[in-house]
């Protein structure tokens, strides 16, 4: 991805905000305009250690993922060089036509070709179709985060 594929990000980025939200909206914001999560975005496309790719169909942008490389230090456990998913995203119409697979298969040549030994992600537990996906291209469940509400 480049700099200017940064609004087509933040159209396909509502997708994936709506559909969390629809699921959990104590926790993920409403829709808004596209641009509101442009800084998020642009992380994905000028941070360090990190990238975005899209996929295109006719030159328009129908999906994308970032990563970010980080290197595991902490004492009480191994030293490891990993990239993490950040999000995925392929437009509804595009789903089921092995978009995101080819996506997750870029992000992990990315990530071996700059160290990393593994790649991490979160997926929400309502998203059954990721974890569908996840599972098909090798992902286990490694630890589980749970929470609990006070709000009421």
Request: some cysteine.
């Amino acid at each position: 991805a480049v700099l200017s594929d940064l609004h087509a990000l933040c159209v396909l980025g509502r997708e994936v905000n709506l559909l969390h939200h629809e699921a959990w909206p104590d926790i993920f914001a409403p829709s808004a305009e596209p641009e509101r999560d442009a800084a998020h975005w642009c992380k994905g496309l000028q941070g360090e250690g990190a990238t975005t790719f899209v996929a295109e169909i006719a030159a328009s942008v129908v999906g994308f993922i970032t990563i970010q490389l980080a290197d595991e230090t902490h004492s009480m456990l191994q030293p490891i060089r990993f990239a993490r998913v950040g999000s995925v995203c392929v437009t509804q119409a595009e789903r089921s036509k092995g978009i995101g697979s080819k996506l997750m298969e870029l992000a992990e040549a990315w990530a071996t070709s700059l160290g990393a030994s593994e790649m991490r992600l979160n997926v929400w537990q309502f998203n059954a179709s990721a974890i569908r996906l996840y599972e098909e291209l090798g992902y286990a469940v490694r630890s589980l985060n749970m929470s609990k509400s006070f709000i009421k």
